[in-house]
């Protein structure tokens, strides 16, 4: 009998070409070399198929899969029952990852208590030396109140989990496109799961204006249907939340240069809802209202090269 490895890395891949190989290199290049990757095409039209076929026979560690129904929770959904490790860790298919990644979450998972481990994740257009912005980490387990403000998992490629606890969990929603994350944060939370924060930057996230993560109406959408999962288990959004949520999409439309104007209807609606919450952290506070303030009056380029990084 083979011998399971241990991290499963799951990776939904749909029109990928351009960022797949530089994301498979990222996994090839971990100082833990004992895990194998589950790369789940979702119907792609360009040669991401072919990148991965090509890369699974150089280096057997990666596996192609399809994904029967559609959409990236979908793939993940799958490829959880694919997996052969006890540890799932995901990644998309433009992220990287730091070399020691699974290293440091290793050790982490030695402690039977912990279901769940992220870190602090670095935001990059074009290199990873690019990177400007970091996510921050806050002390104690990850709880549903936090969740409910700036979601500091921040994206799927910073999470590891139990495979055991993500069955309990039920996975993902299959029916969201947007902030099927978050609420599934908040059921793993809502459910007594533990979700610690490991502070040291382990995941770069590629900003990327056309993509999903730019599509503001359709991210609120899905925040609403994380916000309705979250009363089922008595938790309620608040002002205070909310303007907390509203400086994140602040922070977001400056980075992805969304409009001129976009980063400051954010900063506005924030400060309506809470100054306090807005305000909450000074300087991230201060500095994004600043940023949206100032961004009308640059050009695309002195916006990009401020904000995009």
Not at 86 to 96: G, T
Not at 105 to 129: C, H, K, N, S, T
Not at 212 to 221: G, N
Not at 264 to 280: K, M, Y
Request: include cysteine; aromatic fraction near 8%; charged fraction near 20%.
């Amino acid at each position: 009998m083979c011998r399971q490895p241990q991290f499963s890395i799951i990776i939904p891949c749909f029109n990928a070409a351009a960022t797949l190989p530089d994301t498979i290199a990222s996994l090839q290049a971990q100082t833990l070399t004992d895990w194998e990757a589950l790369l789940v095409d979702d119907g792609s039209s360009d040669a991401t198929t072919a990148i991965i076929a090509e890369a699974a026979l150089a280096d057997p560690r990666l596996r192609l899969l399809g994904n029967p129904r559609k959409g990236p929770s979908a793939a993940r959904n799958h490829a959880v029952t694919q997996a052969q490790a006890q540890i799932i860790a995901f990644c998309d298919a433009d992220d990287l990852w730091a070399p020691q990644k699974l290293a440091h979450m290793a050790p982490l998972f030695g402690q039977p208590q912990i279901d769940a481990v992220y870190a602090r994740i670095a935001f990059f257009r074009e290199v990873p030396e690019d990177a400007a912005a970091f996510s921050t980490v806050p002390q104690g387990p990850l709880g549903i109140a936090t969740l409910l403000g700036e979601n500091p998992v921040c994206t799927m490629s910073n999470l590891c989990i139990r495979k055991k606890s993500f069955a309990t969990s039920g996975g993902f929603d299959e029916t969201l496109v947007h902030n099927e994350d978050l609420e599934w944060l908040i059921r793993l939370a809502g459910m007594g799961m533990q979700i610690i924060g490991h502070d040291e930057t382990l995941v770069w996230y590629r900003n990327n204006a056309f993509g999903l993560s730019a599509d503001f109406k359709a991210m609120r959408a899905g925040r609403a249907q994380a916000l309705a999962t979250a009363q089922r288990f008595g938790a309620r959004t608040d002002t205070r939340a909310e303007a907390i949520y509203l400086r994140y999409l602040a922070r977001r439309a400056l980075r992805l240069d969304t409009g001129r104007m976009t980063a400051l209807r954010f900063v506005l609606e924030g400060l309506c809802n809470s100054p306090a919450g807005f305000f909450s952290d000074a300087r991230r506070g201060a500095l994004t209202a600043l940023g949206a303030l100032v961004a009308p009056l640059l050009s695309t380029r002195s916006r990009r090269h401020l904000f995009g990084r």
